[in-house]
Nanobody, 122 residues
Framework: EEMVESGGGSVQAGDSLTLSCTGP????????MGWFRQAPGKGREFVGR????????DYADSVKDRFTMSRDNAKHIITLQMNNLKPEDTAVYYC????????????????WGQGTQVTVSS
């Protein structure tokens, strides 16, 4: 584990929450960053990915238009702004630094955090 997530919590449906993730400088100068999530009893699911420059983002259809990723390489931080949260967004959220490969595949990412819990109540 080289990444550290923060900002999780319990919210109501429709609320917003911002997750943050920090890590070592060497990862922020070389890698794209991704967010994944894992709900109880389910596999790890791709949420979004931001290129190492921050100029390109990709999102899962389930969060598109609700979630926004950003990064500040000078501060070694990425954020996931989550708006209009839904109960189905409930999961442990992980950030990861990745190399080359399919951006939606967890195996593309070599460096992970331990995750932060997000719980959305209806």
């Amino acid at each position: 584990e080289e990444m550290v997530e923060s900002g999780g919590g319990s919210v109501q449906a429709g609320d917003s929450l911002t997750l943050s993730c920090t890590g070592p400088e060497r990862l922020f100068t070389a890698y794209a960053m991704g967010w994944f999530r894992q709900a109880p009893g389910k596999g790890r699911e791709f949420v979004g990915r931001i290129s190492w420059t921050g100029g390109s983002t990709d999102y899962a259809d389930s969060v598109k238009d609700r979630f926004t990723m950003s990064r500040d390489n000078a501060k070694h931080i990425i954020t996931l702004q989550m708006n209009n949260l839904k109960p189905e967004d409930t999961a442990v959220y992980y950030c990861a630094a990745g190399g080359r490969g399919e951006i939606t595949a967890s195996t593309t990412y070599a460096y992970w955090g331990q995750g932060t819990q997000v719980t959305v109540s209806s």
